[in-house]
Nanobody
Framework: QVQLVESGGGLVQPGGSLRLSCTSSGPIARINRMGWYRQAPGKERELVAGITSGGDTNYEDSVRGRFTISKDNVKRTLYLQMNDLKVEDTAVYYC?????????WGQGTPVTVSS
């Protein structure tokens, strides 16, 4: 079983930056795919960014060019660098690990973008 613990969320003004971290209890190098999802109040959870075991990345259209997903296999940590944050980025952000036959979620970290 894999436990994922997110950190780094908080309150930031529009235009500001945050870096989210997701630390895994187990190795992540061979995890098929890891990603960051978010869920805003009253909305469905959506994929923000994903990264494969080989390092290929993909982004939701509204965050492309502002957010960067990366991972450090040695530290067993997934990151999401978020720049130029907008009010509409406000949500709870979740880390996800897809092991094909199993998948795991973190508990979520809230991000609030407000002036």
């Amino acid at each position: 079983q894999v436990q994922l613990v997110e950190s780094g969320g908080g309150l930031v003004q529009p235009g500001g930056s945050l870096r989210l971290s997701c630390t895994s209890s187990g190795p992540i190098a061979r995890i098929n795919r890891m990603g960051w999802y978010r869920q805003a109040p009253g909305k469905e959870r959506e994929l923000v960014a994903g990264i494969t075991s080989g390092g290929d990345t993909n982004y939701e259209d509204s965050v492309r060019g502002r957010f960067t997903i990366s991972k450090d296999n040695v530290k067993r940590t997934l990151y999401l660098q978020m720049n130029d944050l907008k009010v509409e980025d406000t949500a709870v952000y979740y880390c996800h690990a897809d092991l094909i036959l199993l998948d795991y979620w973190g508990q979520g970290t809230p991000v609030t973008v407000s002036s």
